[in-house]
């Protein structure tokens, strides 16, 4: 557009024409103004999404742990750093514990290096095992990775669909509007002998053919959408996803924290030999010594004064992690009188066994486990053993625990959980569950949420014997997995993608990063997710909460309905603009449209694409429908034949009446006046119709857009200016016209778009279904 317009400028300096040349160059400098704040709109937006993009760190400020963003880490700040972390800043090891580090990122180095106190971390490593506490020496670009010159935390802008569809098009079009052009100016040089007057008759057409809105729409609508959904504290990684999450037909979500509040309470302990506090004891001796996970800071809690004083006097010196192999965690602890014990917790399976409980004493202890897992309770079995011999054993399972009995925890439904759920159902999107809790607990869980429990619930154990077919008909009619590793999340996700799902997925830890790169839409959790998992994910929940990702679908299939209502309303207005540039030439009539009026026209479209639209709010049936297939391209026949189909109705009542006009007498700067009055009521009427696919104007009046309004307003007044004004209509070579005329020329804009209003009322409407047009 650009490059049309300095080109008409030269054409009329050289007619001659001074004064519309310097118009030109002004409108040049008025649409390059619009394009500079559309784009600053759009990188602000994106600006706050690489600030919340950013890794976090957990620091130690006046003498309370904070969580920061790593950019706002510095120097003496006392970083925890716990398996999973990004690595903030360059930081010295003031104290560690079994912690082990991946510097393949500035080194190459594919093995993880373990660390000793003293030692460095350096920022953009990452923590794969243990825990540690260090010192920051350095910050920013004065990192060792920051001397290298390379940036981590960044967001992805990458290439959509959406924008390589547009781009195919826009490039089709450009085609298609250069030939038309040049077969015009050919036609008018050769019917009239003006080869100067001919080339900008072909500028003009190809001025309202070309439509360069389609990169701007696509830009501000997925910059500005990803905002919108931030708002409601879903943060947007990458762009794809919100094309991508109106198509969504399964969404994976675990219970903890996501359908449960994270909100763990020691609600009762089960002591084998009747002492509660030994076995309160024994459980907060076997939680890490910085509890980041919600369970273990309710034991540790639970544990009181008794326990704390003994975390703080023993020393911890052996960690047997918790593993998909070892589903318990085990710690070595040395008493100050020299003597060591190794306390356990973790799934009753694990531990009942490691302690030796066999026959009639585990049949026992497991119904206890289902009693309270049919409550919606969580039960950890808890152990311990005394050592006689130095050193420790290097496997866990080697220990001869004794049981010391349960801790039971609930977690209790996050209240909104069930309405969501519904939301999901009436939406098309089947929610599924897969925890590592035990299986009564996780149906019991799933029962009060509203999930479908009429599958069965399906274990990590069955998971695993399954092969590929027997798992993807499994996971056709089961919507609870527990005692599911992270390894077997990726599994799932496969299998249900190779039945042909668009999989939401969502994850916290470092095992969950494959499962949530291999989902559609991979979904981390904010609060208490690893850094590794917000990279592998497009969606991070800032809040944990499921009622979040009900939104942002909502909100993606919004954004896509506006991008489609959008490219719709573009494609229809540029069609009479265009047919009004060349039809009056081929009957042999005086030039209609010159550069300036595309250039109002312009800024008449420009604004309303991609303000008004974008604005527009949900239709009310949006969570009513099923997801969109993905693989429907957005510019199908049926869109494509529908935008010319509206576009060439004003073409034609535009040109009707234009051709009335002349009938009628009036002289050329009137009839052209009220032709280019017929064109903007009809692109007004065109912007009103194509708000929605479902409602009627009149319906969508009741649903007001305060953008619409001042466009709407902004246009009728420039149009009265320029018509009236003689300074202004003089530029635009314009006559005045009588209140008849404009009345007509009104009518004849608005009845081009009256047959798609007559469609909609007589349309039979199915609830929930997408209108067709």
């Not at 919100?242 to 969504?248: K, M, N, S």
């Not at 234009?658 to 280019?676: T, V």
Request: proline content about 5%.
């Amino acid at each position: 557009m650009f490059l049309l317009l300095v080109a008409g400028a030269v054409i009329y300096f050289f007619l001659g024409d001074v004064h519309e040349a310097l118009v030109l160059l002004a409108s040049v400098l008025v649409v390059m103004t619009i394009t500079v704040m559309q784009e600053r709109k759009s990188e602000r937006a994106l600006e706050a999404l690489r600030d919340l993009s950013s890794p976090r760190a957990l620091v130690i400020r006046d003498g309370a742990p904070q969580r920061v963003a790593g950019a706002d880490v510095a120097r003496e700040d006392l970083l925890i750093l716990s398996e999973g972390d990004r690595v903030p800043a360059d930081a010295r090891l003031v104290a560690v514990n079994d912690l082990m580090v991946d510097e393949s990122l500035l080194t190459g180095e594919s093995m993880p290096v373990e660390k000793a106190v003293d030692a460095h971390v350096y920022s953009g490593t990452l923590v794969v095992k243990g825990q540690g506490r260090a010192i920051v020496t350095a910050t920013g670009a004065r990192t060792e990775f920051g001397r290298i010159g390379q940036s981590l935390a960044s967001l992805d802008i990458e290439k959509t669909m959406l924008q390589r569809e547009t781009a195919r098009i826009v490039k089709i079009v450009a085609i298609l509007g250069i030939l038309l052009s040049l077969l015009l100016a050919m036609f008018y040089v050769v019917t009239r002998g003006d080869w100067l007057a001919g080339i900008l008759a072909g500028v003009t057409l190809a001025m309202a053919i070309l439509p360069e809105e389609f990169p701007v729409v696509l830009t501000i609508f997925l910059a500005l959408g990803a905002w919108r959904i931030g708002r409601h504290e879903v943060l947007t990684r990458r762009m794809p996803a919100i094309e991508t999450l109106g198509a969504a037909t399964v969404l994976c979500v675990d219970k903890t924290g996501t359908l449960t509040e994270n909100r763990m309470a020691v609600v009762d302990t089960i002591a084998r030999g009747g002492d509660a506090a030994r076995v309160l004891e024994a459980a907060a001796l076997a939680c890490e010594l910085e509890p980041f996970d919600s369970m273990e800071r309710a034991i540790v809690e639970a544990g009181g004064a008794r326990a704390e004083t003994l975390r703080r006097t023993w020393v911890l010196e052996h960690d047997y992690p918790l593993t998909p192999e070892f589903l318990a965690v085990c710690h070595g602890w040395r008493l100050p009188s020299g003597e060591r014990r190794v306390v356990i917790k973790g799934a009753p399976e694990t531990v009942l066994a490691l302690c030796g409980v066999e026959g009639e004493a585990n049949r026992a202890a497991m119904i206890e486990v289902e009693r309270a897992s049919g409550r919606g309770l969580r039960l950890l079995a808890i152990g311990e053993v005394t050592l006689d011999r130095p050193g420790w054993l290097k496997d866990p399972r080697d220990y001869r625990f004794e049981w010391l009995g349960f801790v039971a925890l609930a977690d209790p439904l996050r209240p909104q959980v069930p309405e969501a759920i519904a939301q999901c159902r009436e939406a098309g999107v089947r929610v599924v569950m897969i925890t590592g809790d035990y299986p009564g607990t996780a149906l019991a869980i799933a029962r009060q949420a509203g999930l479908s429990t009429e599958g069965g619930v399906l274990t990590g154990t069955k998971v695993a014997a399954m092969d590929a077919a027997a798992l993807a008909q499994a996971v056709r009619s089961v919507n609870v997995f527990a005692r599911i590793r992270p390894d077997q999340k990726l599994r799932l996700v496969n299998a249900y993608k190779a039945d042909g799902e668009v999989v939401a997925m969502t994850g916290d830890g470092v095992n969950d990063a494959p499962a949530l790169k291999a989902a559609h839409i991979g979904v981390a959790m904010g609060r208490r997710g690893t850094d590794v998992a917000r990279e592998a994910s497009a969606l991070v929940l800032l809040q944990d909460d499921f009622q979040s990702i009900v939104t942002a679908i909502r909100l993606g299939r919004r954004i896509y309905e506006n991008i489609r209502n959008a490219m719709r309303y573009i494609l229809a207005v540029h069609v009479p603009i265009a047919g009004m540039s060349f039809l009056p030439l081929v009957f042999g009539w005086p030039v209609f449209l010159f550069p300036v009026h595309i250039v109002f026209l312009e800024f008449v479209i420009d604004p309303a694409c991609s303000i008004v639209f974008e604005a527009e709010d949900s239709e009310d049936g949006v969570m009513r429908r099923p997801p969109r297939d993905p693989a429907e391209p957005l510019f199908n026949l049926n869109m494509l034949g529908v935008s010319l189909l509206l576009g060439v109705s004003v073409l034609a009542t535009v040109f009707g009446a234009y051709w009335w006009a002349g009938r009628q007498g009036l002289a050329d700067a009137e009839l052209r006046s009220f032709g280019f009055a017929a064109i903007v009521f009809g692109n007004l009427a065109m912007i009103h119709a194509t708000r929605s696919r479902e409602r009627t104007v009149f319906d969508k009046a009741l649903r007001p857009n305060a953008a619409l309004r001042w466009i709407t307003a902004g246009t009728l007044g420039a149009l009265a200016l320029s018509v009236y004004a003689p300074p202004v209509a003089d530029i635009f070579r314009f006559g005045p016209l009588a209140p008849g005329n404009l009345a007509a020329a009104a009518l004849a804009g608005v009845a081009g778009v009256a047959w798609y209003e007559i469609y909609k009322l007589a349309r039979p409407r199915h609830r929930g279904a997408p209108a067709g047009l």
